[in-house]
């Protein structure tokens, strides 16, 4: 049986990954791995590979009706925060938009359509992650005796971070939404693969020694990435 068709990405990575994607299936693979063990793993997730892809179709076909608007709330470390239109936000920069937040909520520009929402939200969520996230690999970096080359904040819609084979840790902005222990639960894991590269046992029991209920956090944030595909948020 022929494998699905699919777009190959090689990196120095270690392992092999599958990605369901609007543009379609993307796998990820070390580069020295033959095509021939690729398609035989693509094969090998026919299954989920379908599965996946009827998911996205009726995500899709949801995320129509999506929009965000002033009055509406979005999770921000695991809180509801209204999003307020605000005449302070108003600047006399020509194209140019304005949102932060405080005091519990997100301040946006008055007088803008919901894409125009969406995507001051989405530079809003990044730049408080810019400031948060760091800290808290900065912290547990220390307790679990690690130095990492870098910490990055990405626009990813795929997975909540990743861990370099050159010690860097990736992290997307919408991890933002989630709430702070599961926002730990992702550090401590990218954390673990630098000194677990795949996710072995000796991997689990490092992240469980620093994140005891990981698989509580991991389900949260199962649930939270669920939600957000539904909703259509964009980069």
Known sequence: MVAPEYRLIRSSRKTIALYITPRGLEVRAPRAMPISAIDRFVQSKRAWIEKHRANLCSETDATAEFGL????????????CPIVGSPKMRTTRPGYMKGEYADG??????????????????????????GYIPARVRHYAE????????VRITSALGRWGSCSAQRRLNFAWM????????????VVHELAHMIHPDHSAAF?????????DYDRQHAKLEALGLKIRREGWRR
């Open 175 to 186: 991890l933002m939404m989630a709430d702070d222990a599961a926002i730990d639960s992702v």
């Open 105 to 130: 909520a997100f301040l946006i520009t008055e007088g803008l359509q919901p894409s125009e929402i969406g995507f001051i939200l989405s530079r809003v969520l990044k730049r408080e992650a810019e």
């Open 143 to 150: 307790r679990m005796r690690l130095s990492p080359d870098s």
């Open 204 to 212: 689990h029991r490092k992240v469980r020694e620093y994140c005891p």
């Open 69 to 80: 608007g002033y009055g509406d709330a979005i999770p921000f470390r695991g809180k509801a």
